[in-house]
């Protein structure tokens, strides 16, 4: 993935990590750290940045805040995903009401994902 890596938004993307919204704070403390797994936070792929990224899944996980639903933020979104797509990875989207309000579903889909394509293994029952 380095080859695609915009190097001039690296400084950007260290300033995100270091200010992370509440809910990314909560979903990176709460679950997504305590994976088994290399989970990059504000990842710089090509020339956008990702919230989260697990390269073993090729899978980004954005967290979409009030922004992301104006007619500018979709238009941005739908280019972005495009591209994005366009490498080969997927798109694992919540909202920040989901993290609020439905956390434990938010974390299971994830999970569920990540069982799905082979990078952990099920919890053992």
């Not at 694992?92 to 956390?103: D, G, M, S, V």
Request: contains cysteine; glycine residues 6%.
């Amino acid at each position: 993935m380095n080859k695609t890596n915009n190097t001039r938004l690296t400084g950007f993307s260290q300033h995100l990590r270091r200010n992370m919204t509440k809910e990314e704070k909560r979903l990176w403390y709460d679950f997504l750290r305590k994976l088994n797994l290399t989970v990059n936070r504000q990842k710089v792929i090509g020339n956008y940045i990702v919230d989260f990224y697990i390269a073993d899944a090729r899978l980004i996980i954005e967290l979409d805040g009030s922004q992301h639903y104006t007619i500018e933020g979709r238009d941005a979104d739908a280019s972005r995903d495009t591209y994005l797509n366009g490498l080969g990875l997927t798109f694992l989207r919540y909202t920040n009401l989901q993290i609020h309000q439905e956390f434990e579903n938010v974390c299971n889909d994830i999970f569920r994902y990540l069982v799905k394509c082979g990078s952990i293994k099920p919890k053992e029952e």
